[in-house]
C-alpha cells in the first residue's frame, strides 16, 4: 500500500525483531491513517527535499515488539506516528537541523549522534495530527550506560 509518492506501508512496519522472533507487527486502520500522515507531512518533504532515499530502520511497532526492545510502551511508534530514519549521503545531525527549521512535527530526536561522525546515530522523529509540540531533543548516554535526552 502506497503511503505518499516515496513510501510503502511494508517499508513502515518491517520489522527484524518482529520477524525473527514470530511476533505480529500488524497496524490496524488508525495506525496506518497516522503512518500516511506521517509521510505526508514529514517523511516525504525530507524525501524531496534531499532527493536521496530515506532509510527507516524502525516505523511502526507492537506493543509486543516495543517490549522486546526495551522501548517503552507510550512510545510513538506503537501508535504508527513515528519512524527512526536517516538519509543517504547527509549528515545526520544535518539533517535532524533541516527538520527543525522546515517542518513541523511533534518530536525530533538527534539519537546518539557524535560530532565529526556524520553517519553516527539516527533521527527519531513524529507526527501527530493537530497537536505537534515541535519538541527537539539529543538522546546520549551518561557515563552509567544509561539514556539520557536533553533539550537540543
Known amino acids: 500500500m502506497k503511503l505518499s509518492a ?24 488508525a495506525h496506518i491513517d497516522n503512518l500516511k500522515a506521517l509521510c505526508v507531512n514529514v517523511l516525504q518533504p525530507i524525501r524531496s527535499h534531499f532527493d536521496a532515499p530515506v532509510l527507516i530502520s524502525s516505523g511502526y511497532r507492537s506493543a509486543e515488539v516495543c517490549l522486546t526492545i526495551g522501548s517503552s510502551i507510550k512510545s ?7 519512524a ?5 549521503g547527509v549528515d545526520n545531525k544535518e539533517l535532524a537541523e533541516w527538520i527543525r527549521d522546515n517542518l513541523e512535527f511533534d518530536q525530533l530526536i538527534l539519537e546518539f549522534y557524535r560530532d565529526g561522525e556524520p553517519d553516527s546515530g539516527w533521527i527519531h522523529v513524529s507526527w501527530n495530527s ?20 536533553k533539550p537540543w
Open 130 to 149: 493537530g497537536e505537534n509540540r515541535n519538541q527537539t531533543l539529543k538522546a546520549l548516554r551518561n557515563e552509567e550506560g544509561k539514556v539520557e535526552y
Open 76 to 82: 510513538q511508534h506503537i501508535e504508527g506516528k513515528a
Open 6 to 29: 516515496n513510501f510503502q506501508l511494508s517499508e513502515l512496519v518491517k520489522s527484524q525483531v518482529a520477524e525473527r522472533k514470530g511476533i505480529p507487527n500488524n497496524p490496524s486502520p
Open 84 to 88: 527512526d530514519i536517516e538519509v543517504v
